[in-house]
């Protein structure tokens, strides 16, 4: 991977004082973890410009990412992307190849290669001290005081890099508790799509009502005096409802009501998802293009980049946030990231028992494609995805010049990139194709 620019700033804009700091633990209970208060890492020093020179599609979006410049403009840079986007020709995948390092480890230096075609931008080095310091708090976090996984778990937990992943996608977050936030429904999520729907005993079968009472951990029940404290104890029961009722709370803590209300409802557009392709494998079902399309624009990334603001420490107005324009760019960048995750899982889902939908598989079956055709024109789909998303977010930056609204433009973008570099780097989940 060239190197792409300086370590990612802390926030200085105006936006990170509209709150007070977040407090030192949950109100509620959730375990005997606390926070614990350290230092702020600095940020590292600059590792220089990036090499790519092809120039990006939307020079207005490049603006908006990379913020103003000029003398007094240095504190409105959260995340300034500094390389060039990488262009959608195909590549020599050997000439992006590096060495391996050893897997599973935060530490490790940044390895993988992208996939030969795949639109992307590279994004700076994250952090390395905070990386360290929030995979630390979050496996305290997951084993202390929800209990998320056994131990026999513990090197897939590590291999998730979790801590590596929300540093590259919150690179604006102002304090190490802000990137926490992002890193425990990360986490929580990802529980919930283990154990209730895939690799750690999930099933289709009864996945409906299993989902429906973990979502009350998020959008709490609010019912007779005689009933609640059972569907309290409930939330304790398992690791999907403990995780998610604990990585909440703290959200709770540092959104605002409207902010929460947000995320409850792309949270249930995730479940919503999550039954659809349920139903298909409980029928054995092979959706037509479009239709599988669909349900990933529900079974996506959507909660990570909506709450791109709670984690810089401000708030997009939910008259600016609900602004259609502003959600089909919300939508694109969910759909496109999770395009990228299909491509980048693809030889991961294979090795599954059963048959794992994915757009490349879906394609292949459907458009009768080879295996190879079905997965480079799923490339072609999430660049066109990526293109959109870019159009549309510089077209909107261009007729709505409200800071605000460009911030969280710039954090959905920058959270975009993140992803990519965590899928692309983490060779302890994700090996590619040999299509090449």
Same mark, same amino acid.
């Given at each position: 991977?060239?190197?792409?620019?300086?370590?990612?700033?802390?926030?200085?804009?105006?936006?990170?004082?509209?709150?007070?700091?977040?407090?030192?633990?949950?109100?509620?209970?959730?375990?005997?973890?606390?926070?614990?208060?350290?230092?702020?890492?600095?940020?590292?020093?600059?590792?220089?410009?990036?090499?790519?020179?092809?120039?990006?599609?939307?020079?207005?979006?490049? %603006?908006?990412?990379?913020?103003?410049?000029?003398?007094?403009?240095?504190?409105?840079?959260?995340? %300034?992307?500094?390389?060039?986007?990488?262009?959608?020709?195909?590549?020599?995948?050997?000439?992006?190849?590096?060495?391996?390092?050893?897997?599973?480890?935060?530490?490790?230096?940044?390895?993988?290669?992208?996939?030969?075609?795949?639109?992307?931008?590279?994004?700076?080095?994250?952090?390395?001290?905070?990386?360290?310091?929030?995979?630390? %708090?979050?496996?305290?976090?997951?084993?202390? +005081?929800?209990?998320?996984?056994?131990?026999?778990? +513990?090197?897939?937990?590590?291999?998730?890099?979790?801590?590596?992943?929300?540093?590259?996608?919150?690179?604006?977050?102002?304090?190490?508790?802000?990137?926490?936030?992002?890193?425990?429904?990360?986490?929580?999520?990802?529980?919930?799509?283990?154990?209730?729907?895939?690799?750690?005993?999930? &099933?289709?079968?009864?996945?409906?009502?299993?989902?429906?009472?973990?979502?009350? *951990?998020?959008?709490?029940?609010?019912?007779?005096?005689?009933?609640?404290?059972?569907?309290?104890?409930?939330?304790?029961?398992?690791?999907?409802?403990?995780?998610?009722?604990?990585?909440?709370?703290?959200?709770?803590?540092?959104?605002?009501?409207?902010?929460?209300?947000?995320?409850?409802?792309?949270?249930?557009?995730?479940?919503?998802?999550?039954?659809?392709?349920?139903?298909?494998?409980?029928?054995?079902?092979?959706?037509?293009?479009?239709?599988?399309?669909?349900?990933?624009?529900?079974?996506?990334?959507?909660?990570?980049? /909506?709450?791109?603001?709670?984690?810089?420490?401000?708030?997009?107005?939910?008259?600016?946030?609900?602004?259609?324009?502003?959600?089909?760019?919300?939508?694109?960048?969910?759909?496109?990231?999770?395009?990228?995750?299909?491509?980048?899982?693809?030889?991961?889902?294979?090795?599954?028992?059963?048959?794992?939908?994915?757009?490349?598989?879906?394609?292949?079956?459907?458009?009768?494609?080879?295996?190879?055709?079905?997965?480079?024109?799923?490339?072609?789909?999430?660049?066109?995805?990526?293109?959109?998303? +870019?159009?549309?977010?510089?077209?909107?930056?261009?007729?709505?010049?409200?800071?605000?609204?460009?911030?969280?433009?710039?954090?959905? *973008?920058?959270?975009?990139?993140?992803?990519?570099?965590?899928?692309? /780097?983490?060779?302890?989940?994700? &090996?590619?194709?040999?299509?090449?």
């Amino acid at each position: 991977m060239p190197d792409s620019g300086t370590s990612p700033l802390r926030s200085a804009l105006p936006g990170t004082a509209l709150r007070p700091p977040l407090p030192t633990g949950p109100s509620l209970p959730f375990g005997p973890g606390a926070r614990t208060s350290v230092p702020e890492p600095a940020a590292a020093a600059p590792a220089g410009a990036g090499a790519a020179t092809v120039p990006g599609p939307n020079p207005a979006l490049d %603006r908006i990412v990379r913020g103003p410049s000029g003398m007094g403009t240095a504190v409105l840079h959260p995340a %300034r992307r500094e390389g060039p986007p990488v262009p959608s020709a195909a590549a020599d995948p050997a000439a992006a190849a590096v060495p391996s390092a050893r897997p599973g480890t935060e530490a490790a230096a940044a390895e993988g290669r992208p996939i030969p075609g795949l639109y992307h931008h590279p994004v700076p080095e994250p952090d390395p001290v905070r990386v360290a310091e929030v995979s630390r %708090r979050i496996k305290r976090w997951a084993v202390d +005081e929800v209990e998320a996984y056994p131990p026999e778990w +513990e090197d897939q937990f590590d291999g998730f890099s979790v801590g590596r992943y929300m540093v590259a996608c919150h690179p604006d977050a102002p304090t190490v508790d802000h990137l926490m936030i992002a890193t425990r429904l990360m986490v929580a999520e990802n529980v919930v799509d283990d154990v209730y729907c895939e690799d750690h005993g999930g &099933s289709p079968v009864g996945l409906g009502g299993r989902l429906l009472l973990a979502h009350t *951990a998020l959008d709490p029940l609010h019912t007779t005096a005689e009933y609640q404290p059972l569907w309290a104890e409930s939330l304790l029961s398992d690791a999907a409802r403990r995780s998610y009722r604990s990585a909440m709370a703290y959200f709770s803590e540092a959104a605002t009501p409207s902010q929460a209300d947000r995320f409850r409802h792309d949270m249930a557009r995730l479940h919503m998802g999550y039954l659809a392709e349920a139903a298909w494998a409980q029928t054995d079902y092979t959706p037509e293009v479009w239709e599988y399309l669909s349900m990933r624009q529900f079974n996506n990334f959507r909660p990570c980049p /909506t709450i791109t603001d709670t984690v810089g420490g401000y708030e997009l107005p939910p008259d600016l946030h609900a602004l259609p324009a502003l959600q089909r760019v919300i939508a694109l960048a969910g759909n496109a990231t999770t395009i990228s995750n299909d491509l980048y899982s693809y030889t991961k889902e294979l090795k599954s028992p059963g048959k794992h939908l994915n757009l490349p598989v879906v394609i292949a079956e459907q458009e009768g494609l080879s295996d190879k055709e079905g997965y480079l024109k799923a490339v072609e789909v999430h660049n066109e995805l990526m293109h959109a998303f +870019e159009a549309e977010a510089a077209a909107l930056a261009a007729s709505w010049p409200d800071p605000r609204m460009l911030r969280f433009l710039r954090g959905v *973008a920058v959270w975009v990139d993140g992803n990519h570099y965590w899928h692309m /780097t983490n060779t302890y989940r994700y &090996s590619l194709p040999d299509f090449w």
